[in-house]
C-alpha cells in the first residue's frame, strides 16, 4: 500500500473513529470540569437531627426502604431497630387462622402441605427480623410434635431475635383443664437459654421441664396456663429468674408438695389441681393469692414481706394454715377470703381460722357465695371483733340462686357487741339488695363503728373468685328504693363523719 502525504491509505476506517471517541472525552471532562461539585468541607445536617427526628422520617417510609439505611452506620442501624419495635403489632402465628379452621369444629390442623407453608413462615420471620428487637411473638400451634427438630430450631433462634414478650401455647383451642397431660409437648426451656432481652413469658398446654444451666436475667413475669409441673421442677425454675416480679399458675396440675422459692414478689395459684402443700420460701414475696381445687395447707417458711394474702376454697374443699402463720401476726395487713357458705350443712359460718390468725389485719375483704340471707352465714360482731385493728371492710354477698332463703336452720340475729369498733373508717356491702337481714348487718355497723368515714352500698358486685356466678357491677337501686334506704338508715350513725353512698 503506498504513501501519500504521509497518510496511510485505506485508514480512515480506524483514526476516524478513534478522533470522534477522543472528541466525546474532551467533551466529557469539559462538561464535568464546568458542572458545581460538593463541597465536602461542608457539615453534615441530616446527621445533626436527633434520634426522635429520625425516627419519624423512617416512620414516612417503607419497610424495605427503611432496612436500607441499616447500611449507613451504628447509629441509622439502631433508629430503625427501635422505629420497628414502636410501630409493630404484635407476630400471632396461629395455625387455625392459617388454615380457615373454625374454632368449634377444629380437631388437628390438616394438610401436611399447609403445615410446610405454617413453617416457612415462621422461619421467614426470622430471616426478616434477625438481629432486631421485637416487641411481642404469639405462637399458638398444636402439630408441633409432629416437626420437632423444625420447631426446636426455631424456639432456639426466636430467642436470638430480641424478643420481649413471647407467647407459646401448644393447643388450639385452648381447653382448659387439661383433658389428658400424657399428649402434651414437653417443653423444655434449655430452648430459650439465648434469650437475653425476654421480660415475659407465657407457656400453655405443655409440660414444662426446667434447665439447671439456664439463667433468664431479664425475665420479670411468667405465667403458666394449662401445664403439668413435676416435683422439684417450678423450685428449679424459679432459681434460674434472678428478677421475677410476678408468677402465675392457671388449670395446671401442680406435685404434691410445691415449695415457692426465690425472687419472685407476687404469686397467683388459680383453678390447680394435685398441690396438697404448698410451702412458702420467698424472701421478696408480698402477694399471695390461691384457689385449689383441693384441699390444701399452706407452710409460711420464710416470708418476711407478705402482705396481702387471698384464698378460696373449691367447694367443700379446705385450705389450712401452718402454726408458722402465727409469727406473720404484724406483717399480713391484707386478707381476702372466698367461702362456699352452702357447704357447712346450712349453718351458719364458722369465723376462718385464719382471720383470728392475723388479728393485726388492716384490711379484710370476704366473698360468702350461698343462696341465703347474710345473717344466716356470720355473725358480724364475732367477725369484727375477730380484727381489732381493722380499717377497711369489703364484703360481698354472692347469690346463685334468684332468690335467698330465710327460713333455714340455725338462723341467727346480730347479738349487741361488748365494745366499739374504734379503727374501722371504712366499709363496702356488694350484692346488698336491702332485705331485712341485710339492713340489721348495716346498722349494726353504722351504731357501733366510731370512727366511720364511709359506707358504700350496692346491688352489684366485683366477685373476685371467678368459679362464682358471673360479676355484676353495673347494677343499682330504683330511686324510690334508694330512698326507701336512706330514710332508715338517717341519723343513725354513730360517727359524725360518716357518709353513706348508695349505688
Request: contains cysteine; glycine residues 4%.
Amino acid at each position: 500500500m503506498s504513501l501519500d502525504n504521509g497518510i496511510i491509505l485505506g485508514g480512515g476506517k480506524v483514526v476516524l473513529p478513534l478522533l470522534a471517541l477522543g472528541g466525546i472525552v474532551r467533551w466529557i471532562n469539559y462538561y464535568y470540569r464546568r458542572r458545581p461539585t460538593a463541597d465536602d468541607t461542608k457539615e453534615d445536617y441530616l446527621s445533626k437531627l436527633s434520634d426522635d427526628v429520625l425516627c419519624s422520617i423512617l416512620g414516612k417510609l417503607t419497610l424495605r426502604e427503611a432496612a436500607r439505611t441499616t447500611i449507613l452506620s451504628a447509629r441509622w442501624k439502631y433508629l430503625f431497630a427501635s422505629t420497628q419495635l414502636q410501630q409493630q403489632p404484635p407476630f400471632l402465628f396461629r395455625c387455625l387462622e392459617m388454615f380457615g379452621i373454625d374454632h368449634d369444629i377444629h380437631d388437628h390442623c390438616p394438610y401436611y402441605q399447609a403445615k410446610d407453608k405454617f413453617m416457612n413462615a415462621l422461619f421467614q420471620f426470622l430471616r426478616l427480623y434477625s438481629d432486631l428487637r421485637v416487641a411481642e411473638v404469639k405462637l399458638v400451634c398444636c402439630f408441633v410434635r409432629e416437626f420437632p427438630s423444625a420447631f426446636t430450631h426455631w424456639f432456639r433462634s426466636i430467642s436470638r431475635v430480641g424478643v420481649e414478650r413471647l407467647f407459646l401455647s401448644f393447643e388450639c383451642p385452648g381447653l382448659v383443664p387439661i383433658c389428658d397431660s400424657s399428649k402434651l409437648l414437653k417443653f423444655s426451656l434449655e430452648n430459650l437459654s439465648q434469650a437475653s432481652s425476654l421480660e415475659h413469658l407465657f407457656l400453655s398446654h405443655c409440660v414444662v421441664l426446667p434447665s439447671p444451666q439456664v439463667r433468664f436475667n431479664s425475665l420479670t413475669t411468667l405465667a403458666l396456663r394449662a401445664v403439668v409441673l413435676k416435683c422439684r421442677h417450678l423450685e428449679c425454675i424459679l432459681s434460674s429468674c434472678s428478677n421475677l416480679d410476678k408468677l402465675t399458675i392457671e388449670y395446671s396440675k401442680l406435685p404434691y408438695k410445691l415449695r415457692l422459692a426465690g425472687t419472685v414478689k407476687q404469686v397467683v395459684i388459680w383453678r390447680c389441681d394435685g398441690g396438697k402443700e404448698i410451702d412458702l420460701h420467698a424472701e421478696y414475696l408480698h402477694t399471695l393469692e390461691c384457689m385449689v381445687w383441693n384441699n390444701v395447707r399452706f407452710f409460711f417458711s420464710f416470708v418476711p414481706m407478705l402482705e396481702n394474702v387471698t384464698v378460696c376454697p373449691w367447694w367443700s374443699n379446705s385450705y389450712i394454715f401452718s402454726r408458722g402463720a402465727r409469727d406473720l401476726d404484724d406483717q399480713v395487713k391484707s386478707l381476702t377470703l372466698g367461702v362456699f357458705a352452702d357447704e357447712v350443712n346450712y349453718s351458719p359460718v364458722e369465723i376462718p381460722t385464719e382471720i383470728e390468725t392475723f388479728r393485726s389485719l388492716r384490711t379484710l375483704s370476704l366473698t360468702l357465695i350461698s343462696n341465703y340471707e347474710i345473717l344466716h352465714l356470720v355473725e358480724p360482731s364475732e367477725l369484727l371483733g375477730a380484727c381489732p385493728l381493722l380499717q377497711n371492710f369489703n364484703l360481698v354477698v354472692v347469690i346463685k340462686k334468684s332468690r335467698r332463703i330465710n327460713d333455714v336452720r340455725g338462723r341467727r340475729r346480730p347479738r349487741i357487741s361488748p365494745w366499739y369498733h374504734d379503727r374501722l373508717k371504712q366499709v363496702t356491702f356488694g350484692g346488698f339488695y336491702g332485705t331485712e337481714s341485710e339492713m340489721r348487718l348495716v346498722l349494726y355497723v353504722l351504731t357501733t363503728a366510731t370512727v366511720l368515714e364511709k359506707m358504700f352500698l350496692s346491688p352489684g358486685y366485683e366477685n373476685y373468685f371467678s368459679s362464682a356466678p358471673q360479676t355484676k357491677l353495673n347494677l343499682s337501686f330504683v330511686a324510690a328504693k334508694r330512698n326507701s334506704i336512706q330514710q332508715k338508715l338517717h341519723g343513725r350513725a354513730i360517727s359524725r363523719k360518716a357518709v353513706v353512698i348508695i349505688q
